[in-house]
């Protein structure tokens, strides 16, 4: 069975580019967000069932409009315990079948932006945090072109950073390329020591 590798971090840490530097190595990487972008196509599951949900948050041509979304999840925070309800067990249904598909790895890569908020540190046999500093972080992610409001909002629903790491097996510090894709092979190194040792 493979070596199942959780990556988190809060928005604007840097997880994206953290996790390409694991393709790089050769490891399978499954994406909570990419899969969720998927399932936000027309036609997939997930539309489909926002789409009876919340009528108003889905466009003509059946796509999910994300922005709707997030404006009613701010005017009403019910909306996110029904969403949630509605998307995380299509989403799971994925990851399975990804952990299926990429059993012979030796070590796979979870990437799941909301891991300790959603509880799912327990599927990992181990947890790479990403962080950077707060100023960091926040340029970051304005400089997407998120509003200051959409961040503090995003912000206030995940676990601080400061937890993060404190629960975290590895943390990948992102304040420069060399110093993250150094961490990431150093992080590959342990983990292919701790399956021998365990071997």
């Not at 790089?24 to 972008?37: C, F, S, T």
């Not at 990437?111 to 959603?118: A, V």
Request: net charge negative; glycine share 8%; hydrophobic share 45%.
């Amino acid at each position: 069975m493979s070596f199942r590798l959780g990556l988190t971090g809060s928005i604007g840490m840097g997880k994206s580019t953290t996790a390409a530097m694991f393709a790089e190595e050769g490891v399978p990487i499954w994406d909570a967000d990419a899969v969720v972008h998927r399932l936000y196509e027309p036609g997939q599951p997930a539309a489909l069932a926002i789409g009876t949900l919340f009528p108003g948050a889905v466009d003509p041509d059946g796509r999910v409009n994300r922005p709707k979304l997030r404006a009613m999840i701010q005017a009403d925070p019910t909306v996110l315990d029904s969403l949630n309800a509605a998307v995380h067990p299509l989403v799971a249904e994925d990851r399975a079948a990804f952990l299926l598909a990429n059993g012979g790895a030796q070590i796979v890569l979870l990437d799941i932006p909301l891991l300790y908020e959603t509880g799912l540190e327990g599927l990992c046999d181990a947890v790479a945090v990403v962080s950077a500093p707060p100023e960091v972080q926040r340029e970051r992610v304005l400089q997407r072109g998120m509003s200051e409001a959409d961040f503090q909002m995003i912000l206030a629903r995940q676990r601080p950073d400061v937890e993060k790491r404190a629960r975290a097996d590895y943390i990948i510090r992102t304040t420069s390329l060399d110093a993250a894709r150094m961490a990431v092979k150093d992080v590959l190194a342990d983990i292919r020591r701790r399956i021998v040792d365990h071997a």
